[in-house]
């Protein structure tokens, strides 16, 4: 099992910036994990925003924050973070991590332990 906790979600103006955190704990965390961050809208399907690979090595983004968002991950710490740039009103949802092993990452099927979710809102 693999607890996540999400932080650093509020409200911001369009043009703001905002950085989410996820502190992972849990027995199963001595498995490699990725670790990925979704988003949900009112009335949207869940929908991929980032991941970052095991070795951290590797990120993936959505096109629509490519540029202005970045994920990165602290093992040491069990972390994994998203700064969140030039925040858009269409960013505005419930923000979710997520750890898994299976590929792709851009995928909620590749993810089995799931965060409760922090709100953004972005405000035009």
């Known amino acids: 099992q693999v607890q996540l906790v999400e932080s650093g979600g509020g409200l911001v103006q369009a043009g703001d910036s905002l950085r989410l955190a996820c502190a992972a704990s849990g027995p199963s965390l001595t498995s490699p994990f990725s670790l990925g961050w979704f988003r949900q809208a009112p009335g949207k399907e869940k929908e991929f925003v980032a991941a970052v690979s095991w070795t951290a090595r590797n990120t993936y983004y959505a096109d629509s924050v490519k540029g202005r968002f970045t994920i990165s991950r602290d093992k040491a710490k069990n972390m994994v973070y998203l700064q969140m740039n030039n925040l858009k009103p269409e960013d505005t949802a419930v923000y979710s991590c997520?750890?898994?092993?299976?590929?792709?990452?851009?995928?909620?099927?590749?993810?089995?332990?799931w965060g409760q979710g922090t709100q953004v809102t972005v405000s035009s």
């Open positions: 997520a750890a898994g092993n299976r590929f792709p990452f851009q995928n909620r099927a590749s993810y089995d332990y």
